[in-house]
T-cell receptor, first 111, second 117 residues
Framework: QKEVEQDPGPLSVPEGAIVSLNCTYSNSAFQYFMWYRQYSRKGPELLMYTYSSGNKEDGRFTAQVDKSSKYISLFIRDSQPSDSATYLCATLTGGGNKLTFGTGTQLKVEL | GAVVSQHPSRVICKSGTSVKIECRSLDFQATTMFWYRQFPKQSLMLMATSNEGSKATYEQGVEKDKFLINHASLTLSTLTVTSAHPEDSSFYIC?????????????FGSGTQLSVL
């Protein structure tokens, strides 16, 4: 079993839709949870990070962490074609040095 | 956010040659840099952690003699793929962490697509 599981998609939604991206993880020691956006053949760009459980909102993006069920989510409101990319979740233990990535979910927002 | 520059963005080479990839932090001093490899539709896999002025720490299964890492200054780390073979073809990405910064705030380079013929 991988430490971080993520549905690779692809996920196709119409412009303006609310997108829900999810990951599950198995290691209880993970305390930091990140979401990265990666455009084709580019490096990942940090979108959001959350410490422990709870919600965090930044513009159209909301990150949620439920440590009891080991489930992390990223919601994108009013999705735009420019949001089309691969979204990677990543986790980190407290004091840890090594990010553990999910496989990424490919999102396509269509006009 | 901080800028990490990675060059070249794409390289095609013959089997048996060596390829050097550079990773630079442009507006901050990076005490630690990380090198990842990503195959199509797969996750980023950490290859090694590079600390300025010391030897890199390699992940299990990564050959240190094949993937030479040099972190000679606080703004530059290089990865040299020695005697490259077709199976080394992949997307290589570096990331950097600034002095005093936490690991959850890493900044990534734009990646290097290596194709070995």
């Amino acid at each position: 079993q991988k430490e971080v599981e993520q549905d690779p998609g692809p996920l196709s939604v119409p412009e303006g839709a609310i997108v829900s991206l999810n990951c599950t993880y198995s290691n209880s020691a993970f305390q930091y949870f990140m979401w990265y956006r990666q455009y084709s053949r580019k490096g990942p760009e940090l979108l959001m990070y959350t410490y422990s459980s709870g919600n965090k909102e930044d513009g159209r993006f909301t990150a949620q962490v439920d440590k009891s069920s080991k489930y992390i989510s990223l919601f994108i409101r009013d999705s735009q074609p420019s949001d089309s990319a691969t979204y990677l979740c990543a986790t980190l233990t407290g004091g840890g040095n090594k990010l553990t990535f999910g496989t990424g979910t490919q999102l396509k927002v269509e006009l | 956010g901080a800028v990490v520059s990675q060059h070249p963005s794409r390289v095609i080479c013959k089997s048996g040659t060596s390829v050097k990839i550079e990773c630079r932090s442009l507006d901050f001093q990076a005490t630690t840099m990380f090198w990842y490899r990503q195959f199509p539709k797969q996750s980023l896999m950490l290859m090694a952690t590079s600390n300025e002025g010391s030897k890199a720490t390699y992940e299990q299964g990564v050959e240190k003699d094949k993937f030479l890492i040099n972190h000679a200054s606080l703004t530059l780390s290089t990865l040299t793929v020695t005697s490259a073979h077709p199976e080394d073809s992949s997307f290589y990405i570096c990331s950097a962490r600034g002095q005093g910064s936490a690991n959850e705030k890493l900044f990534f380079g734009s990646g290097t697509q290596l194709s070995v013929l």
